[in-house]
Nanobody, 121 residues
Framework: QVQLVESGGGSVQAGGSLRLSCVAY???????MGWFRQAPGKEREGVAT???????TYADSVKGRFTISKDNAKNTQYLQMNSLKPEDTAMYYC????????????????WGKGTLVTISS
């Protein structure tokens, strides 16, 4: 019954920032949450995850630029994206898992519809 709804995508120039949000409706059973992205012609890749205890994991390509966080009271997770690059252009998907992620798994249990992020040079 868990549903994920993303927001915050848009178009921004290189060097700019965006903050993505994902609200989880029906939060019961969710252990780990995270963000994935997929560009046309490329495989889906993990961006970041955050565990119940706050432990985070980031892809090497976004370390130092992106920050994942959550607000348990609002059943919401966020992805703050700074110093954006054209190669960050992709559809970004919110995902949730009923188990501990142990890094960035690709078999998450629940997926959102996605929000498009476009970075121009």
């Amino acid at each position: 019954q868990v549903q994920l709804v993303e927001s915050g995508g848009g178009s921004v120039q290189a060097g700019g920032s965006l903050r993505l949000s994902c609200v989880a409706y029906g939060y019961w059973g969710i252990s780990c949450m995270g963000w994935f992205r997929q560009a046309p012609g490329k495989e889906r890749e993990g961006v970041a995850t955050i565990e119940l205890d706050g432990t985070t994991t980031y892809a090497d390509s976004v370390k130092g630029r992106f920050t994942i966080s959550k607000d348990n009271a609002k059943n919401t997770q966020y992805l703050q994206m700074n110093s954006l690059k054209p190669e960050d252009t992709a559809m970004y998907y919110c995902a949730a898992n009923y188990d501990y992620c142990h890094g960035i798994p690709y078999n998450m249990n629940v997926w959102g519809k996605g929000t498009l992020v476009t970075i121009s040079s």
